[in-house]
């Protein structure tokens, strides 16, 4: 059974980093592409970054508010996916979850239970 | 960027009874491209319908979705205790972001 189990998550203040971990189980990581997921509290749900795998070229893409301050990276050898958190901001306050992808990336198969990221002075 | 609004913000309604969920985007968009979640309290969204009408795995077919263009739907033909929860549409474009619709809460009445 497909697995995914973030954390990481916790309280920083603004200007802070974080780094969030998605650990992997349950189905061939490596040949996954996998997405971030957030979700601000009582809100829905908004895309972060996008890493392809690395048989497709590794590269990471980002949505416009986390661009230059957020890195998606991963290592296949340890079944884990990453999410580097710089420069944090009140406004990134979510529960951010780890999705591996499917049907040519058009929609998320596997999701984890989310981690809570909270930023606040 | 497509926006997708869905309608209406909030289903009233008792088990058993046929729901009905819009997904209307501000573009066209690709069948392929288009997929609706269920989530409940607490917990991860969990992927429905792929592609427009095509059911995730074990989901039941009391699910289904419809539609193309502009305009889709998802359809629950009886509702269970257990559907009682938010429903998001979303589409992957020609951009890598995916963007969802800020949901449908479907509750008991």
């Known amino acids: 059974e497909a697995q995914l189990v973030e954390s990481g998550g916790g309280l920083v203040k603004p200007g802070g980093s974080l780094r969030l971990s998605c650990a992997a189980s349950?189905?061939?990581?490596?040949?996954?592409?996998m997405r971030w997921v957030r979700q601000a509290p009582g809100q829905g749900l908004e895309w972060v970054g996008r890493i392809r795998s690395n048989t497709a070229g590794g590269t990471a893409d980002y949505a416009a508010p986390v661009k230059g301050r957020f890195t998606v990276s991963r290592d296949d050898s340890k079944n884990t996916l990453y999410l580097q958190m710089n420069s944090l901001k009140t406004e990134d306050t979510a529960v951010y979850y780890c999705?591996?992808?499917?049907?040519?990336?058009?929609?998320?198969?596997?999701w984890g239970q989310g981690t809570l990221v909270s930023v606040s002075s | 960027e497509i926006v997708l609004t869905q309608s209406p913000g909030t289903l009233s309604l008792s088990p058993g009874e046929r729901a009905t969920l819009s997904c209307r985007a501000s573009q066209s968009v690709s069948s392929d491209q288009l997929a609706w979640y269920q989530q409940k309290p607490g917990q991860a969204p969990r992927l429905l319908i792929y592609?427009?009408?095509s059911r995730a795995t074990g989901i039941p077919d009391r699910f289904s979705g419809s539609g193309s263009g502009t305009d889709f739907t998802l359809t629950i033909s009886r509702l269970e205790p257990e559907d009682f929860a938010v429903y998001y549409c979303?589409?992957?474009?020609?951009?890598?972001?995916?963007?969802f619709g800020q949901g449908t809460k479907v509750e008991i009445k």
């Open positions: 592609r427009a009408s």
């Open positions: 979303q589409q992957f474009g020609s951009s890598p972001g995916w963007t």
């Open positions: 349950g189905f061939t990581f490596s040949n996954a592409w």
């Open positions: 999705t591996a992808t499917c049907h040519s990336d058009s929609s998320g198969c596997y």
